[in-house]
């Protein structure tokens, strides 16, 4: 159970981090936690072999309101992370009358992200997601 | 006598002032003395000198006269003299000159100087009465041209003040006012225009329409100038540089009924639109702040619910601690929009008794305690004053320390220090909190205690807050006569400090 596949959990609300902990261990993942992007990033560039994450779950607004976003583009800029897929979850899909949501594959592309989900998601349904995309 | 009654009924039928005065200077006294018969026959009242000294005298003591009969050649001093001296004094006189053809050239010398006609000698009375008959008509129309004139300058003159008037009112005016023609030409542009279009401020006026920068402001009146049949008003908002202007255009219809021109007022909404922004921010960060533990709350209901966890209760138990804080939270925060409201419509009831400053600072920094060694910011509390006490609602002065400490904390780098410091100004009571952290501009400094406003900048960007800790903090003070302070420096830290009558 133990030696699932790694997988990184960043967002600034401590609830959903250990939520998510929870619920991906119990789907067989290993996980690490950030509160921040950029520690992330630093450990990114650190792990190899089994510590490599095989995929990236992270939440859209953190420190400044485009942090996830920049998050995502810097890990598909850099070649080493770029096949990382990436789930974004976002309790904020529409602050400030920006409607974040994606509504096409194109629009989930433009976020260089392959899912996306408004807070909360349901355990099954993001166990489901997270399964597809490390198949 | 008998002859100049028949020539009256001749010559000065149509007379237009029988009874008009008349001086007669000559120095023969036949040509004096015969005039004046011919003359007062007529009705008219005659008066003789017998020469122009004479005849000034008259002038002076007895005028004013219609009419002036003078002979050039006169002693001491000459008809020609006498007419101007006349006319000087009375513009409206008509003065006729008698001449023997000897001195013809002079006579018409003489209406070139201001005599309006001359007799020839020898004349007959219907001559005389004729000439005077036509000099006292020309003297009647000129006077009433005159009054005419005069009239017509005063009535100038008042439209002059009314639409002085106008213009002062319109010059004056906060809202820009242009007129613009049916040919497109702007035809009135008013102070505050200038300022508003700053682009069309020096150009003479009329200017075209279309040299107007702003493609909005030509849009808009273009559409009211073209639209058939007029009445057509239109609004618009339009921003202009760094201000939001309500643009009104109606057309102005001449009695026709035909689109005439248009005029544009513009009315600065700036502020308006400030405070709508603020408004929708404040609904948009409530909702933002509403949601996140929500959906945490829900995040975490749904795990448990899930059965995942094969049901282990020490797990469960956590998760739903977890779940207690975050709905706490957002308790607190429902609390504080529901305060605020209340103290807004004076439906805040406050429950006053004797409290102890130091137990309610102590309590409220026990609670914020967990909060701030998540980020390892010791919170330190000094007591100059055992035993303070104020008449307060204890709910109240909580929840004004509350906000404080939270704020110093959230304002803190992780590792700060903050000094929670109860001390004593004459019959105040004070309580301060003073933090190292990020501090606050002077621009924000200003507008801390006002609704709805939290500074903005990278570094308080992922603070979360409803703007309204603050001016609940202001509100709750004031509502126990005491007041609020604040100091602060970017980068080094900030101080906030309430006072509180004391009673012990």
């Known amino acids: ?135 | 006598m008998s002859e100049p009654a028949a020539a009256s009924a001749q010559g000065a039928g149509a007379a237009p002032a029988p009874h008009a005065r008349i001086l007669v200077a000559d120095d023969e006294l036949g040509v004096r003395e015969g005039c004046r018969k011919i003359l007062a026959a007529e009705g008219y009242e005659v008066l003789t000198a017998g020469d122009g000294k004479a005849g000034l005298e008259q002038l002076v003591e007895r005028g004013p006269f219609a009419v002036l009969l003078v002979d050039l050649q006169m002693p001491r001093m000459s008809g020609l003299e006498l007419i101007q001296e006349a006319r000087n004094r009375d513009p409206d006189i008509v003065p006729l000159i008698i001449t023997a053809h000897a001195t013809l050239d002079t006579a018409v010398e003489g209406t070139r100087q201001g005599a309006y006609s001359y007799i020839p000698k020898p004349f007959t009375p219907d001559e005389l009465l004729l000439a005077i008959k036509n000099g006292l008509e020309r003297r009647a129309l000129s006077i009433e041209a005159r009054r005419l004139r005069e009239e017509r300058e005063k009535r100038l003159l008042e439209v002059a003040a009314e639409r002085s008037r106008s213009n002062t009112i319109i010059a004056a005016m906060t809202d820009g006012i242009l007129v613009i023609n049916s040919e497109k030409l702007v035809v009135l542009r008013n102070n505050a225009t200038a300022r508003i279009l700053p682009d069309c401020a020096h150009r003479p006026i009329p200017f075209p329409l279309d040299e107007i920068e702003s493609a909005d402001v030509q849009e808009i009146v273009n559409v009211v100038l073209d639209s058939p049949g007029g009445f057509m008003i239109l609004s618009r908002q339009i921003p202009l540089g760094a201000f939001t202007y309500m643009l009104n255009v109606s057309p102005i219809i001449d009695p026709g009924g035909e689109t005439s021109g248009a005029v544009a007022v513009f009315s600065d909404v700036t502020e308006l639109k400030k405070l709508d922004a603020a408004k929708s921010m404040f609904v948009s960060l409530v909702a933002h702040e509403v949601k996140s533990p929500l959906a945490a709350t829900e995040g975490w209901l749904n795990l448990v619910l899930s059965g995942m966890l094969k049901a282990d209760p020490a797990e469960e138990r956590h998760m739903l601690e977890r779940v207690l804080l975050r709905v706490r939270t957002l308790r607190g925060m429902v609390n504080e929009l529901i305060s605020l409201t209340a103290i807004q419509t004076g439906n805040f009831s406050l429950k006053r008794a004797p409290v102890a400053v130091a137990d309610v600072v102590a309590e409220t920094v026990e609670a914020h305690r967990e909060k701030a060694e998540e980020h390892r910011i010791s919170v330190k509390i000094s007591d100059c004053v055992t035993g303070a006490r104020v008449l307060a609602d204890k709910d109240a002065l909580s929840m004004i320390f509350s906000n404080l400490v939270e704020n110093a904390v959230k304002y803190s780098r992780d590792g700060g220090d903050v000094l929670v410091r109860i001390g004593r100004e004459g019959m105040y009571v004070t309580v301060s909190v003073k933090d190292n952290g990020i501090g606050i501009s002077p621009e924000d400094l200003a507008k801390v205690f006002d609704e709805f406003y939290r500074a903005r900048n990278e570094q308080t960007a992922s603070i979360p807050g409803t703007g309204l800790g603050l001016s609940l903090v202001k509100r709750l003070t004031e509502l126990h006569e005491g007041t609020v302070g604040v100091s602060s420096e970017p980068g080094k830290g900030s101080e906030f400090i309430v006072r509180f009558p004391s009673i012990a």
């Open chain 1, 1 to 135: 159970m133990f030696n699932g596949p790694m997988i990184y959990r960043v967002d600034d609300d401590k609830d959903f981090l250990e939520m998510q902990k929870a619920i991906l261990t119990h789907g067989g993942y290993r996980t690490r936690c950030f509160s921040e992007s950029r520690e992330a990033l630093d450990a990114l560039g650190e792990a190899a072999g089994p510590e490599r994450p095989a995929l990236v779950v992270t939440d859209l607004m953190m420190k400044s309101l485009d942090a996830g976003f920049t998050f995502a583009r810097t890990l598909r800029s850099d070649p080493r992370f770029a096949d990382i897929p990436m789930i974004i979850v976002s309790a904020a899909a529409s602050r400030k009358g920006f409607d974040f949501r994606p509504r096409t594959a194109e629009d989930l592309a433009a976020m260089h992200a392959e899912a996306f989900f408004d807070k909360p998601v349901t355990p099954a349904a993001f166990l489901a997601k997270v399964k597809e995309l490390l198949e």
